[in-house]
């Protein structure tokens, strides 16, 4: 009698996996073409610029302190030369202190903006998943997934497209 069931319930397992609905998607397709995805590159490329420019403006100075320096440091008592010397180290580790702030606040700024556009994707996708009755959607993105068998699953990307208004 065991065996009658165990059998009949392997028999019919495999033909409840195909009524099953899988997708795939690639979010690297979906994101550039949105608009929040734009106006984060122009704001990542005002904030760049700014740093840009107070980066020109500290070598600048660095560089006038420079000059400055070799062309009169024959002239300079040693107080003033080893001052001078002292102030010209210290521009450069505050320039190089700026270079690592700015990256780091970069870092910062495109993760929360990325994150933002993700997790409106990603909603979209769990929105479609849930009105399509899929089991499960595949992001092709990132290498997560190294391998989805695209005649076995449904491409969704147009219905993530439509959810979040992208033509």
């Known amino acids: ?32 073409l949105m608009s929040e995805y734009k106006a984060a590159q122009t704001e990542m490329e005002e904030l760049l610029k700014q740093y840009q420019d107070e980066l020109n403006y500290m070598q600048t100075e660095y560089q006038k302190k420079e000059d400055d320096y070799f062309k009169n440091r024959e002239t300079l008592p040693e107080n003033i ?13 505050k320039i190089r202190e700026y270079l690592e702030s700015c990256q780091m606040n970069k870092d910062q700024k495109e993760a929360q903006l990325m ?12 929105a479609v998943g849930e009105e399509g009755g899929y089991v499960c959607i595949f992001n092709l993105a990132g290498g997560a997934v190294p ?4 005649t076995l699953t449904t491409d969704v990307t147009e219905a993530v497209k439509a959810k979040l208004g992208i033509k």
Do not use: W, Y
């Open 1 to 32: 009698m065991r065996k009658t069931i165990i059998i009949a319930l392997m028999a019919i397992l495999p033909f409840c996996a195909f009524a099953q609905k899988f997708g795939h998607i690639n979010s690297a397709d979906i994101i550039p």
């Open 147 to 150: 391998f989805v068998n695209s």
């Open 115 to 126: 994150g933002d556009i993700e997790s409106k994707v990603l909603k979209a996708i769990q």
């Open 81 to 93: 030369r080893t001052r001078r010397e002292q102030e010209l180290m210290d521009s450069q580790q």
